[in-house]
């Protein structure tokens, strides 16, 4: 096996919509590697359409790992991404010095550069009585109860994302203890070098990308990709931007109309909370996404 301090992962990371996938494509055909995904929803067989998965093309063209990978039963999360990404780069390392990786993931890519600290297992029935309240009462009622039985968690919070908030108040519940009890912010050296790289765009054009994809996203038959996961809608997968939306729909609390909107309004705002994410990170060089900063990047390593 080669000496991993001589090896290299490359993160493609960024927004939504902003390009990453063909971005990355580029990048590892360059350098005849294979690419890791650290999309928390692109690893699901079931969902394809709404979580703009590489189409079969690209699969084809470059080795993917954690794409279809596993099954919306299966509870993901950084912790197990952590392992089976550190795994995956050992396997790229055996015939390659240069592995890449792209997503939006912040979390998932945080864990795969700076490792995590384990989480304590949730029982179902309580993973399922948040995503209840969270489907039945909406953000503000998620908001109120960390609000008021978690400050800890609640001042250093991502107050609008709710797949943080139900999993903060998953862990509150199962174990009594804040989920900052179980974050120690001890960072891990990896065994090998890791060039960080972000993807922008303007506002108003990520914005036009994000309302064509959703538009394609619909064309191309995502309504009934909902309705063929109705019966595992209470998965942790399933609580996405794409899905809730056309839950909605179905449930008939809105019209299609409305619910098309409503994923487009969310994507916008989850990109924002993306780029919020990342922009902590001053290890990210960020480029615009086009074939210069490509260049650019392959200049560099």
């Not at 039945?136 to 994302?161: M, R, S, T, Y």
């Not at 309004?265 to 780029?275: I, S, V």
Request: proline share 4%; with cysteine; hydrophobic share 40%.
């Amino acid at each position: 096996m080669k000496d991993q301090k001589e090896s290299t992962v490359i993160i493609i990371a960024g927004p939504t919509a902003v390009g990453k996938t063909p971005f990355a494509i580029a990048l590892a055909k360059h350098y005849q590697t294979d690419i890791i995904s650290a999309d928390s929803r692109q690893c699901y067989l079931e969902m394809k359409i709404g979580v703009a998965r590489p189409s079969a093309e690209e699969l084809a063209a470059v080795k993917h790992y954690f794409i279809a990978s596993h099954t919306v039963t299966d509870e993901l999360n950084a912790g197990s991404f952590e392992k089976y990404a550190l795994a995956a780069a050992d396997e790229i390392f055996e015939k390659n010095k240069i592995a890449v990786m792209v997503g939006g993931t912040g979390l998932y890519i945080k864990a795969f550069c700076d490792g995590i600290d384990p989480m304590p297992v949730v029982p179902e029935e309580i993973r399922k009585q948040v995503i209840d309240g969270y489907n039945n009462k909406g953000l503000i009622w998620l908001q109120k109860e960390l609000q008021q039985k978690d400050p800890a968690f609640w001042d250093v919070a991502e107050q609008q994302n709710p797949q943080r908030l139900m999993r903060a108040l998953e862990v509150l519940y199962a174990t009594g203890q804040s989920i900052m009890a179980y974050r120690k912010e001890k960072k891990v050296e990896r065994a090998f070098n890791i060039i960080k790289i972000g993807l922008k765009l303007p506002k108003d054009q990520l914005h036009d990308h994000i309302h064509t994809r959703v538009d394609q996203m619909m064309e191309a038959g995502q309504l009934d990709e909902v309705k063929s996961l109705l019966p595992f809608r209470t998965h942790n997968a399933l609580q996405t931007v794409g899905y809730r939306e056309l839950f909605d729909h179905l449930d008939g609390n809105a019209t299609l109309e409305q619910a098309i909107k409503n994923i487009k309004t969310n994507t916008r705002q989850y990109a924002k909370r993306q780029m919020t994410w990342f922009k902590k990170d001053a290890a990210i060089q960020w480029l615009p996404a086009s074939q210069d900063s490509l260049n650019t990047v392959t200049a560099r390593v």
